[in-house]
């Protein structure tokens, strides 16, 4: 249709004649509004076009061949992991923020004589804030399961044969999720800067100053130096807290996007 045909069209009065229900009105209304500012309904025809035109080039699944429709494999439940993973992230993201009021991430002295800003913080978390401990431990727990949850879809898909042709760019989308999921458990842990933290850290740059030749770069530019400081937690604290939930949470929705248009795999 074109924008010369809808302009002259008058949605309103058809609205009104037809005998509809308020949510359909008001859902209905709401389109044409849209629709007339950003020509949505085009877009949406092109794209319903283009995923269909997508779709059609895939090659049928084990269940369409087979005529399986909601038969066993719909409901096996390891193809939840995929989706189990994807709900702790969420816990984990929601928790976080919340962290995220009360944590400081400073190497200063704190008040108490012994240890920084970032582990008064802490501590101040568990003892003193109402329900800090729990907020704090549903943001561990959930980044552990996310943990295993990711592996154990892996091996899922592995021994199902999903990562086969045309699934081979989701599998390697997943490699890049799983190191990312490291990644994000790994700066987590230091963030505290307690004992754990800081030997986890210490560990970190010895293994970035063992790389041949780039050692010592990549040491200066994930810990901002050969020994723990302000710069170590700051870039550990902007990576956690910023870059990677940013790419993480792009990343997961195109993994499931494709999953999406390509229709889940079964056992081959
Ligand atoms: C943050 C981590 C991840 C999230 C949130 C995630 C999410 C999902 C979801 C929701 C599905 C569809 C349901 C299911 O199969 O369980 C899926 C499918 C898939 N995932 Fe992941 N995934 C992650 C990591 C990985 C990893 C590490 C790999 C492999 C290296 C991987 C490879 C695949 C493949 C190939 C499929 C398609 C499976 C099929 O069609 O049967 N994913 N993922």
Redesign the pocket.
């Given at each position: 249709m074109s924008l010369q045909k809808k302009d002259e069209y008058d949605h309103n009065a058809w609205l009104q004649e037809k005998d509809l229900t308020p949510v359909e009105k008001t859902f209905l209304t709401a389109l044409v509004w849209l629709d007339k500012r950003f020509r949505i309904v085009d877009y949406l025809e092109l794209l319903e076009t283009l995923y269909y035109r997508v779709n059609l080039q895939m090659p049928k699944s084990h269940t369409e061949q087979y005529d399986l429709d909601n038969k066993f494999w719909y409901w096996y439940p390891l193809?939840?992991?995929?989706?189990f993973?994807?709900l702790a992230?969420v816990v984990a993201a929601i928790s976080g923020a919340l962290l995220g009021f009360y944590y400081t991430p400073s190497n200063a002295a704190g008040t108490a004589a012994t240890g920084s800003v970032a582990y008064e913080q802490i501590t101040f978390i568990m003892t003193d804030l109402q329900f800090g401990f729990m907020l704090r431990s549903i943001h561990r727990w959930s980044a552990q399961v996310?943990t295993a949850a990711?592996f154990l879809?892996?091996l899922?898909?592995y021994f199902?044969g999903?990562?086969k042709e045309p699934?081979e760019l989701?599998?390697l989308?997943?490699?890049v999720?799983?190191s990312l999921?490291m990644v994000f458990g790994y700066t987590g842990y230091l963030l505290p800067w307690d004992q754990l933290a800081f030997w986890a850290g210490q560990i970190g740059v010895e293994m970035s100053l063992s790389i041949p030749l780039a050692g010592e770069w990549i040491a200066q530019l994930i810990f901002g130096g050969f020994s723990l400081s302000q710069s170590t937690l700051i870039r550990m604290y902007i990576l956690h807290v910023f870059l990677l939930p940013f790419v993480?949470t792009s990343l997961?929705a195109i993994?499931?996007g494709i999953?999406w248009v390509?229709?889940?795999?079964e056992p081959h």
């Open positions: 193809y939840t992991l995929g989706f993973s994807t992230y996310m990711v879809h892996m899922r898909v199902t999903a990562y699934r989701n599998w989308l997943g490699i999720l799983i999921t993480v997961i993994h499931i999953v390509q229709g889940i795999a």
